[in-house]
C-alpha cells in the first residue's frame, strides 16, 4: 500500500510540478504587465482592452465548437486514436475561420469597438487555434511541451506589449496586436511540437467518433458562456452602469485574486489525470478526500496570505489612480477560494465525461450572479459586482458538492475548512481598519494559520523538493 501511494504521489507531484512552472512564470510575466498596462493606458483604454478580451475569450469555444476541451478529454482514453480526434479538432478550426468572419460587421454595430471588428476576429481565431493545438499536447500527456507553449505565449505578450505601447506607443491597436502575434507564434509552436502536420496528411475523420466528441464539446459550450457571465458580466454591467474607468479599476481588482484561480487551475490539471487513472479502484474515495483535504488547507492559506498583503502590495504595484482597487478584492478573494475547491470537485465531471455537470453548476451559479449583478451595482457600485462574483462562487462550490456525490462524497466536514472560512472573514474586516494595529493583527492570524495548516503544506513542499532535487541529479549524471 504504501508503495502504491508513493506512486500516486510522485504522478500528482510531477505533474503538478510541470504545470506549475509552466503557469507560474507565465504568471509572473503577466505580473510584471500591469504596472505597464495602468501607466501606458487611460481607465478608459483600459476598459476597452478588457472588454476587447472578454468578447474573444467568449468567441473562440464558440467558433470551433470548444472541440480543443474534447480532444484533450477523449485522447486521455486508453487506445486513443490520436489522428482521429486532431483530424475531428481540425475540422471544427476550419470551420471555426469561415463562420467567423461575420464578427467583422458585427462588431461595427457596437460604438466602443467599431473600428475594431478585423482585429477582434483575429485575436479570436489566432486564441482558438493556440488552445487548440496546445490542448492536443496535454491530451497526449507531452506535458513539458504544454508548459513550454504556455510560457512561450505570455513571453511574446510581454516583448509585444513593451513594443507596442512603450516604443511605437499605439494604445488600445497595439495591446490588441500584441495578443494576436502570441497567440498565432504560439499555436505555430504547438503545431509543429504535436507534428500535427502528420495528421493532416493521415487525415482520418471518423463521423461516430466525432459526434461523440462534439456532444461533449458543444455542451460546454454555453459552461463557457455562463462561466464569462460570472467572470464578466460583471464588467460588461459595471461599463455599462459606471463607465469604462470603473471597469479598469474594477479589472485591476480581479488580477491579485485570480493568482488563487492560476492555483486552482493548476493543480486541477494535474489532479485530472490522477483522477482518470484512480477511476474504480478500491480506495478510490480515501484517497480522493486525502489529496483533497490536503487542497483545502492549502488555498484557504493562500487566502488568508492574499487578504494579508494585497492593500501593501497594490499600494506600489499599480499606479495611485488605481490603488482604490484593494476595496474590491477581498470578496473576490474569498469567491476564488471556494471557486477553487469547486474546480477541484469538478474533476468527478472530467472523468465521467459529464459535460452536463458542468453546464448546471454554471448555469446555477450564472443566473444568480446576473440577478445579484443588477441588484448590486445599481446600489453599491463597485463593491456590488465584487459580492455578486462571490455569491455566485460559494453557489457553485454548494452546487458541485452535492451534485457529485453520484460520483464520489467531498468531504467539507473537517476543521481545515471551518478555520480557513472563519481566518478570511476575520481578516477581511481588518482589511479596513486603517492603521497599523489591524495590519499587524493580519500578520498574527496568518502566523498563526501557518501553524495551524503547517501538517498539509509542509509535506508537500518536501515532496516537490525532492522531485527537483532527484531531476537535478538524474541531470548531473
Not at 488568508?304 to 470578496?331: D, Q, R
Request: glycine share 6%.
Amino acid at each position: 500500500m504504501s508503495n502504491k501511494s508513493d506512486v500516486r504521489g510522485k504522478y500528482l507531484v510531477k505533474n503538478t510540478a510541470i504545470f506549475a512552472l509552466g503557469n507560474i512564470a507565465t504568471k509572473f510575466i503577466t505580473f510584471f504587465l500591469v504596472p505597464l498596462y495602468t501607466n501606458a493606458l487611460s481607465k478608459p483604454e483600459y476598459g476597452i482592452v478588457d472588454l476587447v478580451s472578454t468578447i474573444s475569450i467568449v468567441l473562440a469555444p464558440i467558433l470551433i465548437l470548444n472541440i480543443n476541451e474534447a480532444v484533450m478529454r477523449f485522447s486521455l482514453d486508453k487506445n486513443a486514436d490520436y489522428e482521429r480526434i486532431m483530424s475531428i479538432g481540425l475540422s471544427a478550426l476550419v470551420g471555426g475561420i469561415l463562420i467567423g468572419i461575420a464578427v467583422i460587421p458585427i462588431s461595427s454595430l457596437f460604438n466602443s469597438i467599431s473600428s475594431l471588428g478585423l482585429l477582434i476576429y483575429l485575436y479570436t481565431i489566432s486564441l482558438g487555434s493556440s488552445q487548440l493545438f496546445l490542448s492536443y499536447l496535454r491530451g497526449r500527456e507531452k506535458l513539458i511541451l504544454y508548459s513550454i507553449g504556455n510560457f512561450l505565449n505570455t513571453l511574446l505578450i510581454a516583448i509585444f506589449n513593451i513594443l507596442f505601447l512603450l516604443y511605437f506607443k499605439l494604445g488600445v491597436k497595439g495591446y490588441i496586436y500584441a495578443f494576436i502575434l502570441s497567440y498565432t507564434i504560439t499555436a505555430i509552436y504547438a503545431f509543429i511540437a504535436a507534428n500535427i502536420s502528420r495528421v493532416i496528411i493521415k487525415f482520418k475523420f471518423d463521423i461516430m467518433l466525432a459526434k461523440q466528441m462534439v456532444k461533449y464539446s458543444v455542451v460546454l459550450i454555453p459552461n463557457t458562456f455562463m462561466w464569462w457571465i460570472m467572470n464578466s458580466s460583471d464588467r460588461v454591467m459595471v461599463t455599462y452602469y459606471l463607465g469604462a474607468a470603473a471597469n479598469g479599476v474594477y479589472a485591476i481588482s480581479n488580477k491579485l485574486p485570480s493568482l488563487i484561480s492560476l492555483f486552482a487551475s493548476v493543480f486541477s490539471q494535474a489532479w485530472s489525470y490522477s483522477a482518470v487513472r484512480e477511476d474504480g479502484s478500491v480506495d478510490e474515495s480515501e484517497y480522493s478526500n486525502s489529496v483533497f483535504k490536503m487542497f483545502i488547507s492549502v488555498v484557504m492559506l493562500c487566502g488568508i496570505g492574499l487578504l494579508t498583503v494585497i492593500k501593501v502590495f497594490l499600494y506600489y504595484y499599480v499606479a495611485e489612480s488605481f490603488f482604490e482597487a484593494w476595496k474590491y478584492t477581498p470578496f473576490l478573494i474569498i469567491g476564488c477560494v471556494y471557486l477553487a475547491l469547486a474546480t477541484f470537485m469538478s474533476t468527478s465531471y472530467t472523468v465521467h465525461k459529464d459535460s452536463f455537470g458542468f453546464l448546471f453548476s454554471a448555469a446555477f451559479g450564472a443566473s444568480l450572479n446576473v440577478v445579484l449583478n443588477f441588484m448590486l451595482i445599481l446600489t453599491v457600485g463597485i463593491q456590488g459586482a465584487a459580492i455578486a462574483t462571490c455569491i455566485s462562487y460559494i453557489a457553485v462550490f454548494l452546487f458541485r458538492l452535492f451534485h457529485t456525490r453520484k460520483y464520489l462524497y467531498y468531504n467539507v466536514n473537517i476543521k481545515e475548512f471551518y478555520f480557513g472560512t472563519i481566518m478570511m472573514i476575520i481578516t477581511t474586516i481588518l482589511m479596513f481598519v486603517d492603521n497599523i494595529y489591524g495590519f499587524l493583527f493580519q500578520f498574527l492570524i496568518l502566523a498563526i494559520s501557518l501553524i495551524f495548516y503547517y501538517k498539509s503544506w509542509m509535506p508537500l513542499i518536501s515532496k516537490f523538493y525532492m522531485l527537483i532535487k532527484g531531476k537535478m541529479q538524474n541531470g548531473a549524471k
